[in-house]
């Protein structure tokens, strides 16, 4: 975890890793089951969903400052929770819903909110302390006449006092209201890792975009953005090397993901969002699709027909592109593990070479990748 120390205190240097630290020990801290991280709800971004043994839903809102506004926050996530109801092949709903607000402090009017109040909220406070060796997270829970304390050790790494990331912004908060779950949890994760790799590091925003770099001038360095389309889809850019990232020359890398932590170059775009690759994949995808139902109901009938003929074209491009070492998208690589022998022999040619690509490149890697080039570059 990363601590700042702030006059004789420490704190989490951000919100993103006080919500790592207590999300990795719900167990120990509150006994909750984990379920869900930045989750995407009726328009609402709850911080944690977690369960009882009972299956019970708990949400939790998490601050890693003073905040007035956090049983307000909690009554929308309740809100939007009870009226979509979602994952309920998980949770139960026949049980009410338990809120928990965490902060390290609560301001007079959060206890005035929380008093006239009809929904149960309770309030966990907590303290970062240290001593000689180790750091810990002390949590206390104000509802109990006795104030409950529990304390655990805190695995850290200390940075410099005036090194905090700063938390997302209203925009790309908007931006990833969006998007799903999945997807929040990648983007956030990246952009903390990028933000906290080097203190030069700076977070410049558009409005359809979110770049990284060493400033915004025509002689700035950049390393990594997130662009989102007219239908708000997030798209990870990288600037990685050309020639399926082997070579020294820097461009810059449209990324797909499955947000799981699989990735795959699948070409350069020097600018924009990569109109040429989206229509692309688009078509791709609609013939993929296609081609996979003839194979599988083994429906000849087709074999002359234009989704055929357009299959021979997709693979002899797709090929020429391999030799030539060019990145594949995922559509690509798709087309080509269809096995379409059968229909191959019944027009008289030879067996197709079916490729199978059982490896992937690594998100987290492929970032690390481009923030060691973007360091080389400055």
């Given amino acids: 975890m990363n601590l700042i120390k702030t006059g004789n205190s420490w ?84 049980q009410p819903i338990s809120l928990i607000a965490i902060k390290p402090n609560f301001h007079r009017d959060n206890f ?18 240290a001593d000689e060796f180790n750091y810990y997270f002390q949590i206390k829970n104000l509802d ?69 770099g060493n400033g915004n001038s025509k002689t700035s360095k950049f390393c990594a953005e997130f662009y989102f389309d007219s239908k708000g889809i997030p798209i990870i850019f990288l600037w990685l090397g050309l020639k399926n990232n082997s070579s ?21 775009v020097p600018s924009g969002i990569g109109a040429k690759i989206n229509l692309s994949k688009k078509k791709l995808s609609n013939r993929v699709k296609i081609m996979n139902e003839i194979v599988a109901n083994k429906n000849l009938t087709y074999r002359t027909n234009k989704y055929f003929s357009q299959y021979y074209k997709d693979r002899n491009r797709i090929t ?3 030799n030539n070492s060019e990145p594949l998208t995922y559509e690509e690589r798709q087309l080509l593990e269809i096995d379409a022998n059968e229909f191959t022999l019944v027009r008289g040619g030879g067996r197709l070479n079916t490729y199978k690509f059982d490896r992937y490149d690594s998100l987290n890697g492929l970032v690390e990748v481009a923030l060691e080039k973007w360091r080389k570059r400055l």
């Fill in 112 to 129: 005035i909110d929380k008093k006239y109040h009809h929904l149960s909220i309770d309030f966990f406070e907590f303290a970062v302390l």
């Fill in 11 to 94: 704190k989490f240097a951000t919100e993103a890793d006080l919500e790592d630290f207590v999300w990795a020990n719900l167990k120990e801290l509150f006994g909750l089951i984990p379920l869900k991280r930045q989750y995407y709800v009726n328009g609402q971004i709850c911080d944690i969903l977690a369960l009882r043994e009972n299956k019970q839903l708990v949400v939790l809102e998490l601050k890693n400052a003073e905040d007035r506004y956090i049983v307000q926050q909690l009554t929308r996530y309740y809100d939007a929770l009870h009226e979509v109801k979602p994952l309920e092949d998980e949770i139960d709903y026949q």
């Fill in 248 to 268: 020294d020359r820097i461009s810059r890398a449209r990324i797909w993901t499955d947000w799981q932590g699989n990735a795959l170059l699948e070409g350069y």
């Fill in 144 to 212: 109990l006449d006795n104030e409950k304390v529990s304390k655990i050790e805190i695995p850290h790494q200390d940075r410099e006092k005036n090194e905090d990331i700063l938390p997302p912004s209203r925009g790309l908060m908007n931006r990833l209201a969006k998007c799903s779950s999945e997807q929040q949890e990648g983007i956030l994760k990246i952009r903390q890792k990028v933000l906290s790799f080097d203190k030069r590091m700076e977070e410049i925003s558009s409005a359809v975009s979110f770049k990284y």
């Fill in 320 to 322: 020429r592109k391999i």
